[in-house]
């Protein structure tokens, strides 16, 4: 029997797991993933307990999405892909592109998912939205003005290059895990300000970035996976929908 693969993750939103489970999904591969059992907020604090010292040759888990797989168990989102893509057919299992796709992931999940998150929490994380939200609509005016056309051209721009290969993919003419990661980043953006998107796609300036969201997302498996209920719906994770930040680039000046 293979050694299985366990996603350690919060339930009630996508968020950072999504990254994780897109590759399972896609590829057809088992995996257990915390979000699904009840006592899903009982068993992730167990790892990030302040009083743990890890052992003698783990460290303490900073923050989940954690991933274990047999002795092994890792956190940080790239590096957990990093780890499992190749195993699973979604990266290149020898040589160096791996390092070239971790820096693409990290890319994606720097401007298009981080950053977003900091749209909606630009001031503090452990204050409520409610609290921030005067500096939220501020932030989202300018992310939506000057971060999101630099994120969504840096894509156009990779798709578009040599190094992309054939099709619609990211890297190297086939699919990668770096193509689910930047789909569910797009996918949680258009969640997040449908408005600006809409321009966004209407703009013509970033076909290349919608077309490959659409090929991921028609994807039979990742089509499946999306119109079932282990697809979690968007509510208080990163990706969130405020209409006053709802914005568009015009509403800034
Ligand atoms: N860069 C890390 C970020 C992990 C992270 O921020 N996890 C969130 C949950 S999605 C968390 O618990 N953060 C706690 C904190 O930042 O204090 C990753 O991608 O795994």
New binding site residues.
């Given amino acids: 029997m293979s050694t299985p693969y366990e996603l350690i993750y ?1 339930k009630g939103a996508p ?2 797991g999504e990254h994780i489970r897109l590759c399972f999904e896609e590829t057809g591969t088992p995996y257990s993933d915390t979000a699904r059992l009840e006592n899903c907020n009982e068993i992730v604090p167990q790892y990030i307990k302040a009083d743990y010292l890890g052992d003698k040759s783990t460290p303490p888990y900073y ?3 954690l991933f274990k797989h047999g002795d092994l168990m890792i ?4 590096n957990i892909l990093m780890y499992v893509a190749p195993k699973i057919g979604l990266a290149p299992k020898t040589g160096d592109d791996i390092y070239k796709l971790n820096a693409l992931a990290l890319t994606a ?1 720097d401007g298009l998912s981080n950053e977003v998150h900091d749209c909606h929490h630009p001031i503090a ?1 452990d204050l409520y939205y409610e609290d921030q939200v005067e500096e939220s609509i501020r932030r989202s005016k300018d992310w939506v003005k000057s971060r999101l056309p630099k994120h969504l051209g840096f894509w156009q721009r990779v798709i578009q290059g040599e190094s992309s290969g054939e099709g619609p993919w990211v890297y190297g003419g086939n699919l990668t895990y770096v193509d689910l990661v930047l789909f569910q980043c797009i996918d949680g953006v258009l969640y997040a300000f449908p408005r600006a998107m809409k321009a966004a796609k209407e703009s013509g300036k970033y076909n290349r970035v919608f077309e490959l969201y659409g090929a991921v997302k028609a994807r039979p498996r990742i089509a499946g996976y999306l119109a079932s209920e282990r697809r979690q719906e968007y509510t208080i994770g990163i990706y969130r929908y405020y209409k006053e930040l709802d914005v568009v680039a015009e509403d800034s000046s």
């Fill in positions: 919060w968020a950072r923050a989940p999405p956190s940080q989102t790239s999940l994380h």
